[in-house]
Structure formats: structure tokens, C-alpha cells
């Protein structure tokens, strides 16, 4: 049960966009399509932006966007705002039945 | 409303036992896998246990298998953790999630582990 690969972190300017891999094997990211990702800001619970891989739930800005390619999963943030600045957490199901996370990534907005 | 709210935090000795819970409301409990995630401030969080919507199946993180136990009672929409033989690498905030994705967290609950 390795944790997913993210990198630690990452910045970007207003306005600009943004992309946190996530990977993994074909033993989680690359063997399902259940693939989560987690905005989590200081001292707060984890928020859900992305579910599915791509799926957006209700509420959630469209500057949010998800992808997968093979075994690597990421997460697009587009038209960077100053509150997207937080911690962003990847999360995978796996062919064992059990789920693993990234080790985060943290974002700074410049 | 959707809530969770886990209960059953503190300090604990090492080799100690605890058992948390975590209150459900505002969705059809019974209908929802649960799962219990950790998460050591400042550090990333870390997966630990998952049981299904009727509690025929459960699985475990390796860094805790055989230590803790997962359960619910569907008829108090309630999900626990048991957490026995606990370790200093226990120590984190506990939050139960709602969900196969997961969907929705609680507030979390800190569990420490320190003589």
C-alpha cells in the first residue's frame, strides 16, 4: 500500500493554470476509473472537487478539472484564484479493495 | 444537512485501546459505505479503514490490520473504530467519510498516543 505519488508543491500566478499529477500503478490509478482529489485548506476538513476522475460534484467551480492517462492521474486548476490556495490530495480504489492517497501537494498562489 | 461528527478523542497511553465513533444524519446511512481517514497535522492523510453499506465487508490499512476494527450499527447510524494495541504512529486526527469516493468528512477527532 504505497501512498500515490504528488509532487510537494506547486505554484502559480492569478489567472494562470495550474496541474498536479498524481501516480500511481496499474494496481490503483491505472486500474479503475475511481479516482478522487481533495482541496483541503489550513485547519480545515478535505473538501471533494473531483470524483470519478473527472466528475465534478455540485458546487464545484469549473476551473476544476480532472483527467487520467495510463497510470498517472491530475488535476487542472485554470484562471488560478488567491483563495485555491490550500492543500490538494489525490486518492485512489485499488485491485485490493482498499483506497490510498497522495501524499499532497501544496499549493501556492504568487 | 449532511453531518458527521466523530466523537471519542483523547489521550491514550502506548498499548492502549480506544474506540471512536462518529454520529451520521441528513442521508440514508444504511445506503453508504463509510470510511475512517487519518491525518497527522501538517502531514498528508492517510487512509485506514473501509466498510461497506451493510457491514458484510471491511478492509484494512497494513499499518493497522489486525489492530483496529472497523463496525457500524445501521440502526443508530453510527460507525465505530475500535483501535487496540495503539502505537505513537497512531496519533493523528481521525475523520470518518461518507461515500465511495469519498464524498462527505466530519470534523475529525485527535487521537494521541504518548505516555
Known amino acids: 500500500q504505497s501512498a500515490l505519488t504528488q509532487p510537494a508543491s506547486v505554484s502559480g500566478s492569478p489567472g494562470q493554470s495550474i496541474t498536479i499529477s498524481c501516480a500511481g500503478s496499474s494496481n490503483d490509478v491505472g486500474a479503475y476509473d475511481y479516482v478522487s482529489w481533495y482541496q483541503q485548506h489550513p485547519g480545515k476538513v478535505p473538501r471533494l472537487i473531483i470524483s470519478?476522475?473527472?466528475s465534478r460534484p455540485s458546487g464545484v467551480s469549473d476551473r476544476f478539472s480532472g483527467s487520467k492517462s495510463g497510470n498517472t492521474a491530475s488535476l487542472t486548476i485554470s484562471g488560478l484564484q488567491a483563495d485555491d490556495e490550500a492543500d490538494y490530495h489525490c486518492l485512489s480504489y485499488t485491485r485490493s479493495d482498499t483506497w490510498v492517497f497522495g501524499g499532497g501537494t501544496k499549493l501556492t498562489v504568487l | 444537512e449532511v453531518q458527521l461528527v466523530e466523537s471519542g478523542g483523547g489521550l491514550i497511553q502506548p498499548g492502549g485501546s480506544l474506540r471512536l465513533s462518529c454520529a451520521a444524519s441528513?442521508?440514508?446511512?444504511?445506503?453508504?459505505?463509510m470510511h475512517w481517514v487519518r491525518q497527522v497535522p501538517g502531514k498528508g492523510l492517510v487512509w485506514v479503514s473501509s466498510i461497506k453499506s451493510d457491514g458484510s465487508s471491511a478492509n484494512y490499512a497494513d499499518s493497522v490490520k489486525g489492530r483496529f476494527t472497523i463496525s457500524r450499527d445501521n440502526a443508530r447510524n453510527t460507525l465505530y473504530l475500535q483501535m487496540n494495541s495503539l502505537r505513537a504512529e497512531d496519533t493523528a486526527v481521525y475523520y470518518c467519510?461518507?461515500?465511495?469516493?469519498?464524498?462527505?468528512w466530519g470534523q475529525g477527532t485527535l487521537i494521541t498516543v504518548s505516555s
Open positions: 441528513g442521508f440514508i446511512f444504511r445506503a453508504d459505505r
Open positions: 470519478g476522475v473527472s
Open positions: 467519510a461518507r461515500g465511495g469516493g469519498p464524498e462527505q
